[in-house]
């Protein structure tokens, strides 16, 4: 038996057998100095991607070996997606670990976010959810910001001890670790990222010090995230690639908004009043009577109302859905994975419609 090599991308054990199963590569590619799967291979240089016979059991096995560790977590969560990018059962998993909760994507909220709300937000979700966490931090992975602060505190407290990165897909895990490798030893691109859920495969080891490392750990792969139920192209629509511009809707009672075909918003009850709509500059809304937004949806779904896309309509689950009372407080109905749409906290009821493992919930206000 030779050496086992590990891909340089994702960590997968490198084998030469089978071309569906993790980390293949050609047995040409071995003799490079630096190894890569050929999933790795073709996502760097095509952006390409192939399904990974991986269960979400498997991923949530990987994971589960940290709870046996003394280390520091960071968690990583995506802020447009702070439900959808949580993974609740991730606690039981990575044991008495200390945490700290980093929110990535900063650069796409608008600048009058109070950021510190979103902060106190996210660590009181957090903790409503079962998880104490050290400290919350608000970062851009891709843009470099935040990223000293946090850097400080993994140093602080991880007082020698290593550190595992955990998180669920696309949150930017393989960004921020490629930054933190690249602001510490100049390395670019050391992990693969791209824009398609599940692209990291196995724990990879970055150096600290002499006796202890960071490690990158797989994606979980969570159901209550939007993109699982969209193809690719549809999950560049939804995405927000610059900071949102907010669009304000004035809606009377008994109107609807459509944001895509992702989710409907009825007005149910109050003054006519600003729905100020957050999501990705490219996702499209529409507006009608509430009692027509059925018969427009059976007519237009995958169409006009869209993502998705006609072909992909089937992946959708069934639709629930939720009612908000708002009264007094600026709040935010939260869509997972989309956006948020902020009410001013004049009296209104509303009943928001989204596939039923991506349910709203609401907020206080953050900008
Ligand atoms: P992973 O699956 O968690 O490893 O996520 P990746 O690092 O592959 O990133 C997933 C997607 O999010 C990619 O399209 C990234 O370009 C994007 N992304 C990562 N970090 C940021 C960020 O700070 N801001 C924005 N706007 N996008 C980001």
Redesign the pocket.
């Known amino acids: 038996m030779g050496r086992v090599n590990y891909c340089q991308g994702c960590g997968a054990i490198i084998q030469t057998n089978d071309k569906q199963e993790p980390g293949y590569a050609p047995s040409s590619a071995l003799t490079n100095d630096t190894i890569i799967c050929q999933r790795c291979f073709r996502l760097k240089h095509y952006n390409e991607i192939q399904d990974v016979p991986y269960t979400d059991q498997d991923f949530l096995d990987m994971i589960g070996q940290i709870n046996q560790t003394k280390s520091l977590i960071v968690k990583?969560i995506?802020i447009f997606d702070f439900s959808g990018s949580f993974i609740k059962s991730l606690h039981r998993l990575t044991g008495k670990n200390e945490i700290i909760l980093v929110g990535?994507?900063?650069?796409?909220l608008p600048k009058s976010t109070n950021l510190n709300r979103l902060k106190h937000w996210m660590k009181k979700t957090a903790a409503d959810l079962g998880l104490v966490v050290q400290d919350v931090f608000l970062?851009?992975?891709?843009?470099g910001?935040g990223m000293e602060e946090v850097k400080g505190a993994i140093e602080h407290y991880r007082n020698k001890k290593d550190v595992y990165v955990v998180?669920?897909?696309?949150?930017?895990?393989?960004?921020?670790?490629?930054r933190l490798i690249n602001e510490s030893t100049g390395t670019k691109d050391a992990?693969?990222?791209?824009?398609?859920?599940?692209?990291?495969l196995g724990f990879i080891e970055i150096p600290l010090d002499e006796q202890s490392a960071l490690f990158d750990t797989p994606?979980v792969i969570n159901r209550g995230q939007m993109a699982h139920y969209i193809s690719k192209t549809d999950l560049k629509v939804i995405?927000?690639?610059?900071e949102i511009k907010p669009i304000i809707h004035q809606l009377q009672q008994g109107q609807t908004l459509f944001i895509g075909g992702l989710a409907r918003i009825d007005f149910i009850k109050g003054n006519k009043q600003p729905f100020v709509c957050y999501f990705a500059n490219q996702l499209s809304i529409h507006r009608t009577k509430l009692e027509n937004a059925d018969a427009l949806y059976e007519a237009h779904k995958g169409e006009l109302l869209a993502p998705p896309s006609k072909e992909n309509l089937s992946e959708l689950p069934e639709w629930s859905t939720r009612s908000f009372k708002i009264d007094g407080d600026k709040s935010d109905i939260v869509i997972p994975g989309l956006g948020w749409i902020t009410m001013s906290g004049e009296p209104a009821t509303v009943t928001i419609h989204t596939p039923k493992t991506v349910a709203a919930t609401k907020r206080d206000a953050i900008i």
């Not at 970062?139 to 843009?143: D, G, P, T």
């Open positions: 990583i995506d990535n994507k900063v650069d796409l970062i851009s992975a891709a843009k910001k998180g669920c897909t696309n949150v930017g895990k393989s960004t921020f670790i490629n992990i693969t990222t791209s824009y398609f859920p599940g692209t990291t994606g995405t927000p690639t610059k």
